[in-house]
């Protein structure tokens, strides 16, 4: 920077400070015109000690003028309260529980998260003052996505600014995507082997290593395209669509899509889609039919040989209907088949139930610009994958209240209309006929 240039931005910062006495700002100023000029010259020779000690004039300036507006000008950089508290009593004193009460993990858990997101949000020395700590940033930011507090809370408990913590937490937010993007991801051929045989032992259904829902996320919609955002339920969302294991953990996930968006719609369009040729198959062989590995997905999505949905039934008895016998034994199987699909399929909306249970941010409308939603849920359940990996504990004390629910109530998925795939139908048949020999026939508690 060029010694005018840094005379400038001294000038235009003395002039904002002394905005409310002028005799003090002329004579500033002209203070300050007058020893530049004499240093003009000198500025040639010695040009990297003359730049410095222009920065240590104008802190010092800065400081005579505060000093002279005194209590009566408006202070352009608030003081840090309860400067300490963090590093003196959460880092030192505070024991497990309280860290997962308020931080959703423990302090060993903590540290690790900070070393992996260190790269990106490492503080970088100022000449103003000292930077908040790298430990106290992802602290405000766990902090706000747990509570589902007001920025000014979070800014009050930590003695900080409501802008500082808006500010940290859409830094840690693109820090955590970028630098633990790889938490989630679709398991290989053999980790899905593993995860199907998981499945069946806990849920009786065979070849299936993931399920697939959508669940959507309070916003704050913007007036431009408002009615695209506002989902069956009338309230304004973005959808979440996302791949769970057995244990929970999200395998793939999609945002973004506003909440008028239909569930099929979104999975034709996401990266899901266009990746399913690659995705694990490792056909096996039941009741004479290769069944590949598959994904559960409810009827709003179309039947795929990678995704498995339930059947079509009607909810009134076989009997009102004059079913012959055989017609009612097939009936009887694919009422079981759909209790026993759903059975596995509530895998994903346990996992939804834990990700905002941790993360309370997401069980109300999140206070930003609609093109940050993403970027916030795709951090929370990343750092979901992360309590998971850890073992953290979860407390069932923390899912989402009933007020919660009524408040913003998940809408129903419709069923999708497409035509099914031939070898999806005879994959789901021979399910059918597998469960129906080898595990006891299941009802629907759904009766007319």
């Not at 300050?32 to 730049?51: G, P």
């Not at 790269?119 to 103003?128: D, F, G, I, L």
């Not at 035509?419 to 759904?446: F, I, K, M």
Request: net charge positive; aromatic share 8%; proline share 6%.
């Amino acid at each position: 920077m060029e010694d005018f240039d840094i005379f400038m931005a001294q000038a235009m910062i003395l002039l904002v400070l002394c905005r409310r006495h002028l005799v003090n700002c002329q004579k500033a100023v002209y203070h300050l015109v007058s020893r530049t000029r004499m240093k003009s010259c000198a500025a040639t020779q010695q040009r990297l000690r003359k730049k410095r000690r222009l920065i240590i004039n104008l802190l010092m300036d800065l400081q005579q003028v505060q000093r002279q507006l005194g209590n009566g000008g408006r202070r352009w950089m608030l003081p840090r309260l309860r400067k300490h508290w963090f590093e003196r009593e959460v880092m030192q004193v505070w024991e497990d529980d309280r860290w997962r009460e308020n931080f959703r993990m423990t302090k060993t858990s903590f540290l690790k998260l900070v070393d992996l997101v260190r790269y990106k949000m490492e503080p970088k020395p100022t000449a103003v003052r000292e930077p908040i700590p790298l430990e106290k940033r992802v602290a405000m930011a766990l902090y706000n996505l747990a509570s589902n507090m007001e920025y000014r809370v979070t800014a009050n408990q930590f003695g900080s600014h409501k802008t500082t913590v808006r500010k940290h937490l859409l830094g840690f937010c693109s820090a955590v995507v970028e630098c633990m993007a790889d938490y989630i991801q679709l398991p290989s051929a053999a980790e899905a082997i593993e995860i199907a045989r998981r499945w069946e032992a806990k849920w009786s259904f065979p070849q299936a290593y993931g399920a697939i829902d959508g669940t959507h996320i309070p916003i704050t919609a913007p007036s431009d395209g408002f009615r695209d955002y506002v989902n069956r339920k009338g309230w304004p969302s973005i959808q979440l669509q996302a791949v769970c294991d057995d244990r929970y953990l999200f395998r793939n996930i999609n945002c973004g899509a506003p909440g008028s968006s239909h569930d099929a719609g979104i999975l034709a369009a996401s990266p899901l889609q266009d990746h399913s040729p690659r995705l694990p198959k490792e056909p096996r062989m039941i009741e004479g039919v290769p069944v590949p590995l598959c994904l559960l997905g409810d009827p709003a999505y179309p039947l795929q040989p990678w995704l498995m949905k339930p059947y079509a039934l009607s909810l009134a008895s076989a009997q009102s209907r004059g079913l012959t016998d055989e017609q009612q034994q097939l009936e009887a199987e694919r009422e079981s088949f759909n209790v026993y699909h759903s059975a596995g399929r509530m895998a994903i909306e346990c996992a939804f139930g834990r990700l905002k249970g941790r993360w309370r941010k997401l069980q109300k409308r999140i206070e930003v610009d609609v093109d940050k939603v993403p970027l916030i849920v795709s951090t929370c359940c990343i750092l979901h994958n992360f309590c998971e990996t850890q073992s953290e504990v979860f407390h069932d004390a923390w899912l989402p209240s009933p007020d919660v629910a009524r408040q913003y109530p998940q809408p129903d998925g419709r069923a999708h209309p497409a035509l099914n795939e031939r070898t999806a139908r005879d994959a789901r048949d021979a399910v059918r006929v597998h469960l129906a020999r080898h595990c006891p026939l299941r009802q629907s508690t759904l009766r007319f």
